[in-house]
């Protein structure tokens, strides 16, 4: 029988285990139940890989995540290691054949989400086979305290009850020890091996950097920049905007998040992996899977959701154990806005009830009716149509899910595409003789600028609201329009799958969930006001702040951070600043802005520094707003 080194080695080609790998691997061989806390890129999947190879029987992992089950598998399969995912694709033909093969096929690994398990027919198949391992993957999700409490977790534990003799290993890169217990508890997991790795990175430097000047920030940081970097931004907009800047200063930057198309996603990806474009500027969508060992540094414009968000983000950086940097810019109104956003996009259990009513309104639901049919829904028709806010009502329907009430798929992540594919003279040519395209033609060039050079992700919905006419309408005419070699039109379906799982009851169905859903909004607010008060802090060190966040009390100041830095007299004192500054202005005059850009001082030590300068007379300030020596 083969060592897990020599699994290791054959099928993933490395030398050696990293930290507590082999200790948990060894545990689960064991067959003791266990809960492995690993930060992001810890190898946590290796754990129930390697037990899975070594073991007489098929492991069942479960995952939030469909993309990430499909690279999991995918991954796996290249390896010649046979596993199957269960996905909401597979009819129930397909459904029967995988469990053939993971009964007699010696595939080794089930992959399916929590909502998979809740089907009676899935349990009944999972009884018949042999389980050797149960890994449940974000196992934070079971926990009402967690930053990402999912219902469908807590029937996790019927695993147990169908394959009492499995050994079940839960993993998790983010968890306080309140929710460390609640997995314990929620899993009903015997007297387990818990293995938690200090989230203490040596080479990563955490910075809060407060400024007004946002951009011209990041433009410094990014100049000093030797490798690969990763700018989060809190919308899909921002992506763009901030990937547009950069580039037009001279950067090679993609953009990511969750709009974007799976072609889309791909290419930006690979161009960041290749380093063709070495700067990605993402929404938090990024980030699933990512092993990039050159990232140097990850910048955050606007503060993150939570803590454990922030840890596993920046965790991203250094992954090659190489210096690398953490940072976060911001100001008072980005605080503010931040605040601001949450409450106006936290859906309430009053707003969830409007919803919910609306809902069984807008496809004529009688009290008391549970259709079997699934209806098409485009969240942005229904939001037009009773006046709803869109990511609040977002909100309120993804909340309606987790509580499962309603069944949702994505499609409205799928966008249409559209390019002209003839000059502009043709197609004003083709406007005289077709008169009654005019005003959706004319509307597209204003609206959508490059639409002759590349493709243009449009929305149907929004262009039939600007010319008062249907989204009907406007699909027609795209095509006439893709017929007759003007455009080229990609249409894409962006209505979702929407499935009633309850009978219509306007009050019981919200009132029982109400507990939960408030519960929820409190914790969330108290991980978003833990974010606030880090980036707020300027006097405890920053590693400090995140160690005792997840309980490592016992930890020293870092000496590499801002705040360490900052209370380092030796190294900042007023003197030093201002003899690089002397030096500096022995060269020639120079504004403020082209000093800070040259130092490693904060923007407010130099400015002091300049300030005291002009007072002792030591420099002068030029009728060019720049500073000269006396």
């Not at 459904?95 to 080794?108: E, M, P, S, T």
């Not at 596993?312 to 940072?327: F, N, P, V």
């Not at 600028?449 to 989204?471: C, P, Q, V």
Request: net charge positive; hydrophobic share 35%; glycine share 4%.
């Amino acid at each position: 029988m083969m060592s897990p080194l020599e699994i290791l080695k054959k099928y993933w080609n490395y030398s050696h285990f990293k930290q507590l790998q082999e200790e948990i691997i060894t545990a689960v061989l064991n067959g003791n139940d266990t809960v492995a806390l690993l930060p992001t890129g810890g190898g946590k999947s290796l754990c129930y890989q390697i037990p899975t190879l070594l073991s007489n029987g098929v492991c069942i992992v479960v995952s939030p995540l469909i993309a990430l089950i499909h690279d999991q598998v995918n991954a796996l399969t290249k390896k010649n290691i046979k596993a199957i995912s269960l996905t909401s694709q597979l009819h129930q033909e397909e459904v029967i054949i995988a469990f053939d093969n993971l009964q007699f096929g010696n595939y080794k690994f089930l992959y399916l989400s929590p909502e998979k398990l809740q089907s009676d027919f899935i349990q009944n198949k999972i009884k018949q086979l042999k389980v050797s391992i149960i890994a449940i993957d974000e196992a934070h999700c079971i926990s009402e305290w967690g930053h990402d409490f999912r219902p469908s977790y807590l029937t996790l534990r019927v695993l147990k009850e169908l394959q009492p003799k499995a050994t079940t290993i839960a993993l998790t890169a983010t968890a306080t020890k309140r929710v460390i217990k609640d997995i314990i508890q929620q899993l009903e997991l015997k007297t387990p091996s818990l293995f938690k790795q200090s989230f203490k990175r040596e080479n990563l430097i955490y910075q809060v950097i407060h400024t007004e000047a946002v951009n011209t920030k990041l433009l410094q940081i990014l100049n000093k920049l030797p490798s690969s970097a990763i700018v989060y931004t809190n919308s899909r907009k921002q992506t763009k905007e901030i990937s547009s800047f950069l580039n037009k200063n001279g950067f090679k930057s993609s953009f990511y998040h969750g709009g974007l198309s799976a072609t889309e996603k791909e290419i930006s990806f690979n161009n960041w992996m290749a380093n063709y474009t070495p700067i990605m500027v993402a929404t938090n969508a990024f980030g699933m899977g990512i092993d990039k060992p050159d990232v140097r540094v990850v910048v955050h414009l606007n503060i993150p959701n939570s803590i454990e968000n922030y840890i596993q983000e920046a965790g991203r950086a250094g992954r090659d154990g190489k210096i690398s940097d953490a940072i976060i810019i911001t100001n008072k109104p980005t605080i503010y806005e931040t605040i601001h956003k949450f409450k106006n996009s936290t859906a309430t259990v009053q707003y969830i009830k409007t919803v919910y009513q609306y809902l069984n309104q807008f496809y004529k639901i009688s009290i008391g009716e549970m259709p079997a049919e699934s209806f098409n829904f485009s969240l942005q028709e229904f939001c037009t149509t009773y006046k709803l806010d869109l990511l609040k009502t977002y909100n309120a329907i993804k909340s309606l899910e987790r509580e499962n009430i309603i069944l949702i798929d994505d499609n409205y992540t799928k966008k249409s595409t559209l390019k002209f594919i003839t000059n502009s003279n043709l197609v004003f040519s083709y406007l005289e003789k077709n008169p009654s395209k005019n005003g959706l033609v004319k509307l597209l060039l204003r609206s959508y600028g490059g639409i002759f050079d590349h493709y243009i992700i449009i929305n149907e919905f929004a262009l039939s609201k600007k010319l008062n006419t249907s989204k009907y309408e406007i699909k027609k005419q795209l095509k006439q329009l893709h017929q007759n070699n003007i455009v080229n039109y990609n249409y894409q379906n962006t209505n979702s799958k929407l499935t009633f799982l309850v009978a219509r009851d306007d009050q019981y169905t919200i009132n029982s969930i109400a507990k939960n859903i408030t519960q929820q909004n409190t914790v969330k607010h108290e991980k978003l006001q833990a974010a606030i008060a880090y980036v707020k802090n300027n006097t405890t060190c920053r590693n400090v702040q995140l160690l005792s966040y997840f309980g490592e009390t016992s930890q020293q100041p870092c000496e590499k951070c801002d705040v360490c830095i900052a209370n380092n007299k030796v190294t900042h004192t007023s003197k030093n600043i201002s003899e690089q500054i002397v030096q500096l202005l022995k060269e020639g005059t120079l504004s403020s802005q082209e000093i800070t850009d040259k130092l490693t001082f904060t923007d407010q030590e130099i400015l002091n520094t300049l300030k005291l300068l002009l007072e002792k007379n030591k420099i002068t300030l030029t009728s060019q707003n720049t500073f000269k020596l006396n």
